[in-house]
């Protein structure tokens, strides 16, 4: 089982990026595919996700700013994040549950927001 994960950098604030986190070698049906960030010396955090029926989950820190969606077909998990803030510079880690039971991640992509 091996998550994919692109699309970081470096961006100025107010900017915008885009998260792409491909999944591949999946036995059994992914419930849920999202995205959490880890800050230096922070916590690893929930930023968004999406459930198998299309109901999504957003931390209150980026509710209108950042956007998630799904490829079913294709297995890959979309971030689109706009307006963003030098707070939201943190490593992107994709993460996806299969069969209910089954836990993975993916490398994590950096995504710095400085000018």
């Known amino acids: 089982v091996q998550l994919q994960a692109s699309g970081g950098g470096l961006v100025q604030p107010g900017g915008s990026l885009r998260l792409s986190c491909a999944a591949s070698g999946i036995i059994g049906s992914i419930n849920v595919m999202g995205w959490y960030r880890q800050a230096p010396g922070k916590q690893r955090e929930l930023v968004a996700r999406?459930?198998?029926?299309?109901?999504?989950n957003y931390a209150d820190s980026v509710k209108g700013r950042f956007t998630i969606s799904r490829d079913n077909a294709t297995n890959t998990v979309y971030l689109q994040m706009n307006s963003l803030k030098p707070e939201d510079t943190a490593v992107y880690y994709c993460?996806?549950?299969?069969?209910?039971?089954?836990?993975?991640w993916g490398q994590g992509t950096q995504v710095t927001v400085s000018s």
């Open positions: 993460h996806a549950v299969v069969s209910w039971s089954n836990y993975y």
């Open positions: 999406i459930i198998s029926g299309g109901s999504t």
